[in-house]
């Protein structure tokens, strides 16, 4: 059996486990109502973290991996990097106002804006909300490839009777 380099697979399981912690993290930067709005769908978030925590650690840095030596590795490789990048995107580009009237998110902060125009906060807004469904959909293609991936594991592991 040829040897596969596990280093594509731990890289996108450590960007897994880190990347929706530091978008988190973004959030506090400046905080506002947005926060309120995550603490709504902290259940959620707490649970679908969890699974990537166990897709993570099963999928890719196991030593049973599953992903290792599937023929879906790949696509779970680039599901599971689109999904860790895309909630620093959309936490990056999260407008999140205030009670004092200003807007708050490290992309309005980065370009020197207290209150950004109405113009511009509907585009920033377009672009979370856009990086938002990807992601959602990158985590739902990972989950989808890595049920694939542990039942080609099963198969591999399980013993031909005769």
Do not use: H
Not at 102 to 119: Q, R
Request: hydrophobic share 60%; glycine share 8%; no cysteine.
């Amino acid at each position: 059996m040829a040897s596969v380099s596990r280093v594509p697979g731990n890289a996108a399981a450590i960007a897994l486990i880190v990347l929706p912690l530091v978008a988190l993290g973004m959030r506090f930067i400046m905080p506002g109502w947005g926060i309120l709005v995550l603490l709504f769908i902290s259940p959620l978030l707490i649970l679908s973290y969890a699974l990537a925590v166990v897709i993570a650690a099963t999928g890719f840095l196991t030593s049973r991996a599953a992903f290792l030596l599937s023929r879906v590795r790949w696509r779970g490789i680039t599901a599971a990097w689109i999904a860790a990048v895309s909630s620093v995107v959309a936490s990056f580009f999260m407008i999140d106002g205030g009670d004092s009237g200003e807007y708050g998110a490290p992309f309005t902060l980065f370009l020197g804006y207290s209150s950004p125009p109405v113009e511009l906060g509907n585009v920033v807004g377009l672009v979370m909300l856009t990086f938002v469904a990807i992601g959602i959909a990158a985590f739902v293609w990972l989950v989808i490839e890595w049920i694939i991936a542990l039942v080609q594991r099963r198969k591999r592991s399980t013993p031909i009777s005769i």
